[in-house]
């Protein structure tokens, strides 16, 4: 007579077959969380460079007539320029410099890129005594 015994419970390998799966189901489930962390992360860094941006153009709504051209650096490492020339005259009535095309630049580095936010706008130029 033979007897069949009949195993209980999981061999070995299928022990190890297990745990190589819930290995590669970690490794990916904690790429898909870092991955999401650093878009948030870089997506809340374009919104301040946005913001700063939008800002410096409220800043420099007034500008002198003859121009402007200046630059900084926040304490968060954003570079910032403001650069405003006369506007191209038309046949109006206001006089040279009155109107002004401004640009402001703002940059940061998010990891290993450099990113870039450049607002153009149009502002007033006025004479400073």
Known sequence: MRYVRRGQGFSLLEML????????SLGALYQATSGATR???SAEKYAYGVELARSLVAEY??????????????????LWR????PAQAGSGSLP?????????AVSWTDGPKARRVLLNSVVAGVDRQ
């Open 82 to 85: 403001v650069q405003a020339r």
């Open 61 to 78: 709504a007034q500008v002198p007539a003859s121009g402007l051209s200046t630059q900084g650096e926040t304490a968060g490492g954003f």
């Open 17 to 24: 077959v297990a745990l190589a799966i819930l290995a590669l």
């Open 96 to 104: 040279p410099g009155a109107v002004q095309d401004i640009e402001v």
């Open 39 to 41: 878009n948030a992360r």
